[in-house]
T-cell receptor, first 111, second 119 residues
């Protein structure tokens, strides 16, 4: 079982719609959860992080965490073509000291 | 946010030569830096964890004599690809974890990446 799993996609949504990206993780000791965006040929950039169960909103982005279900998601409201990228879910457990990345979900926002 | 600078951004070299890539944390100190490689349309692959003042920890399957890592200060880690071959051509990315958050958050900041092409 992979430690951090994401649907590779591609996920295609029309401009203005809500894009929903999902991630599951296997280590119940995980304590920090991150979403990174990576454009083609570029390095990842941090979008959001979440530590506590529930929702965390930042502009058009909302991260959701459910530790009981070992599930974290990212919602992008009012999707724009510029949001088209690969979104990486990352999980950190202090005991392991490493941040584990999922394989990423490719998102296409159609104009 | 914290800034990590990686240099060079692109390098083309002949087969058999060695290439050094630098990763610097510009406005914070990092006891730990991470090196990744990424093939086109593939996920990040962690190569090694670079620890300031000690030997790097390599992931399974990564040749430590091929990919030399030095972390001589709290702001600089280098990756040297020795005797490079065409199959080493890839996108190499470093990341750093701020010293203040070493034991709590796991937040990483990435360099811009270095695209290596070995002819």
């Amino acid at each position: 079982q992979k430690e951090v799993e994401q649907n590779s996609g591609p996920l295609s949504v029309p401009e203005g719609a809500i894009a929903s990206l999902n991630c599951t993780y296997s280590d119940r000791g995980s304590q920090s959860f991150f979403w990174y965006r990576q454009y083609s040929g570029k390095s990842p950039e941090l979008i959001m992080f979440i530590y506590s169960n529930g929702d965390k909103e930042d502009g058009r982005f909302t991260a959701q965490l459910n530790k009981a279900s070992q599930y974290v998601s990212l919602l992008i409201r009012d999707s724009q073509p510029s949001d088209s990228a690969t979104y990486l879910c990352a999980v950190f457990a202090s005991g392991g000291f490493k941040t584990i990345f999922g394989a990423g979900t490719r998102l296409f926002v159609k104009a | 946010g914290a800034v990590v600078s990686q240099h060079p951004s692109r390098v083309i070299c002949k087969s058999g030569t060695s290439v050094k890539i630098e990763c610097r944390s510009l406005d914070f100190q990092a006891t730990t830096m991470f090196w990744y490689r990424q093939f086109p349309k593939k996920s990040l692959m962690l190569m090694a964890t670079s620890n300031e003042g000690s030997k790097a920890t390599y992931e399974q399957g990564v040749e430590k004599d091929k990919f030399l890592i030095n972390h001589a200060s709290l702001t600089l880690s280098t990756l040297t690809v020795t005797s490079a071959h065409p199959e080493d051509s890839s996108f190499y990315i470093c990341s750093a974890r701020p010293l203040a958050s070493d034991t709590n958050t796991g937040e990483l900041f990435f360099g811009e990446g270095s695209r290596l092409t070995v002819l």
